[in-house]
């Protein structure tokens, strides 16, 4: 009787930790997922982009910053790894289109006939929909980082991670010019 309770409680834990494994591996995987959609929605502004050199190539003979600002921000879409979670590159990705946008805007007032452009005013339209896009995709990732974070920190999961799995910690995405700017600063 004593043997079949012991096999028991051992078929229970061992169902029990595959569960909890299983979870580990669920998270992470929708982690990737959504790193992945974030990459893609970046990788999405290419075509955008190069349509926009193009479109200001006519109007940036002396603005040569703006139409090297838009390559490099091409580049550095381009070589934002789907399968690598580097939030470093995102950060880095995220400032130079701001850094473009602000530069856009300076050309728009030297060039007001290219306001009225309608090439530009739809790309422009574009290029503000893919970054609410890769807005939106940043806030799942973070959301999926979180629920997998936790999920390997708590107890008892942290053993079975660091039995089965050995995952570790992912970085969420911050904006390190936003955070600087605003005044609120939560004391954890």
């Known amino acids: 009787m004593g043997i079949i309770i012991?096999?028991?409680i051992f078929v229970i834990?061992?169902?029990?930790?595959?569960?909890?494994r299983n979870n580990i591996v669920r998270f992470f995987n929708a982690t990737k997922r959504s790193w992945a959609e974030v990459a893609n929605f970046e990788r999405q502004k290419v075509k955008?982009?190069?349509a926009l050199e193009e479109t200001l190539q006519q109007y940036t003979q002396f603005e040569?910053?703006?139409l090297e600002n838009v390559t490099r921000l091409?580049?550095?879409?381009?070589t934002l790894d789907i399968n690598n979670t580097d939030v470093?590159?995102?950060?880095?990705?995220?400032?130079?289109?701001?850094?473009?946008?602000?530069s856009l805007n300076v050309v728009v007032e030297n060039y007001p006939e290219l306001q009225s452009d309608k090439l530009y005013t739809q790309m422009m339209s574009e290029i503000q929909q893919q970054n609410e896009n890769v807005g939106a995709a940043i806030t799942i990732f973070n959301r999926n980082v979180e629920v997998f974070n936790n999920n390997i920190e708590v107890f008892p999961n942290n053993l079975v991670n660091a039995i089965t799995l050995s995952k570790k910690i992912i970085e969420p995405f911050s904006d390190g010019v936003v955070e600087k700017?605003?005044?609120?600063?939560?004391?954890?």
């Open 64 to 66: 040569k910053s703006t």
């Open 88 to 102: 470093l590159q995102l950060q880095k990705i995220e400032q130079l289109n701001k850094e473009l946008i602000k």
């Open 48 to 50: 955008t982009l190069e």
């Open 13 to 20: 834990i061992l169902i029990w930790g595959i569960l909890v």
């Open 6 to 8: 012991f096999i028991l």
């Open 181 to 188: 700017n605003f005044e609120y600063k939560p004391n954890f």
């Open 74 to 78: 091409r580049q550095q879409i381009l």
